[in-house]
């Protein structure tokens, strides 16, 4: 597993006041200017170069001067030279996509040094990758993604020949950050919403347009929590239609762990719960898995009582109305444990979204 360096920073350039910037290339690992509230501003994703072993920045998503296809590539120039010609979104009447909360530690490690992990914590995750492979979604939505399970899910050939929102070295929050992954290329940014981190990804495709978000929204029970989420919702679905109100058409997508039922979340004006619009019901969509909080060496006397237990709803997609795509199939997954193992305290959510005639 290699690590990918930083490419270098674009001569400093106007920020844009509209609320999607494309920046071109900007090193995610540097503080960016304060920008308007809300601006979005979005580099090419990252693609995996068997050159270089290493994830660099999407060169064929730019085309300033800088960057240009006819450059030579350079040691700090991202080259897409050794990279398989990417499908285009526009090109696919459907595609699939799984949004999945992995557990970024069940025993977390007494030192928080990037990329430790507890053994029971590297088994469980090795498992979580097997299946996310397994399913091969064309759209991966994932969430708590952690300082050693991001390298290790960029390591893998499979993962390679997708786009990613991160580098192996891109910084994950304290307790796992979101990440995207596309079969498709995108513009992405991760921006803090509310304390919180999430990925903005554009799919510039002319024909079918996409803007998705994948969050992992405040947890907790309290009023203040829930007044957190509201403000969450707000920012993303204002970005949202803005991007819609530039691209009429685009299709709006916000995936992830909501940490509440998508009912009891404010701010979705607009926008429809996928589990309910393709079953006409909540039930069987709960995802938040008790039992995968005693995935450890439990006992069966100590898992017997959560058997029967309820699972609320705590993950979902949510589609924006008006769009070219639409969700016309979803199903949870990661609902059974392997050798005794729960991959996550929480179920994923598999589906396909088809473009609409």
């Not at 991202?78 to 999945?100: E, N, Q």
């Not at 580098?167 to 290329?185: D, H, N, Y």
């Not at 990925?199 to 002319?206: E, G, I, L, Q």
């Amino acid at each position: 597993m290699s690590l990918a360096s930083s490419p270098s920073a674009p001569p400093s350039r106007t920020p844009s006041p509209n609320p999607v910037a494309n920046v071109c290339f900007v090193d995610p690992n540097v503080k960016l200017p304060k920008q308007p509230k809300r601006t979005v501003l979005l580099a090419p994703s990252f693609v995996y170069d068997s050159q270089s072993d290493r994830w660099v920045l999407d060169a064929a998503l730019c085309s300033c001067p800088l960057h240009s296809d006819t450059q030579t590539p350079s040691s700090t120039t991202p080259s897409t030279t050794t990279v398989t010609p990417a499908a285009r979104l526009g090109d696919r009447t459907s595609f699939t996509f799984l949004t999945w909360n992995v557990l970024w530690a069940l025993n977390p490690p007494n030192s928080r040094a990037k990329g430790a992990a507890s053994g029971f914590d590297r088994n469980r995750l090795n498992k979580v990758l097997e299946a996310v492979v397994a399913w091969a979604a064309d759209v991966i939505a994932l969430q708590e993604v952690s300082d050693y399970f991001l390298p290790t899910l960029l390591s893998h050939p499979f993962v390679r020949n997708y786009h990613s929102s991160h580098s192996p070295i891109t910084p994950t929050s304290p307790f796992g950050s979101p990440v995207l992954l596309s079969r498709f290329p995108f513009l992405s940014s991760v921006p803090r919403i509310g304390g919180k981190d999430a990925v903005v990804a554009h799919f510039p495709d002319p024909q079918a347009p996409l803007a998705m978000w994948n969050v992992h929204l405040t947890g907790g029970p309290s009023a203040q929590a829930a007044a957190t989420r509201t403000k969450q919702v707000a920012r993303v679905v204002a970005h949202l239609n803005d991007v819609v109100g530039d691209v009429p058409g685009t299709g709006r997508v916000v995936m992830g762990d909501l940490n509440s039922d998508p009912a009891a979340v404010e701010g979705w004006d607009g926008y429809g719960d996928a589990w309910m619009k393709v079953k006409g019901t909540t039930i069987g969509g709960g995802t938040y898995n008790a039992q995968g909080r005693l995935i450890g060496p439990q006992s069966e006397e100590v898992l017997a009582p959560y058997r029967d237990l309820v699972k609320s709803r705590l993950d979902a997609v949510m589609v924006g109305e008006g769009g070219v795509w639409e969700v016309d199939d979803v199903d949870l997954v990661g609902t059974e444990a392997i050798d005794g193992v729960w991959m996550s305290d929480h179920f994923g959510i598999l589906g396909r979204m088809r473009r609409r005639v």
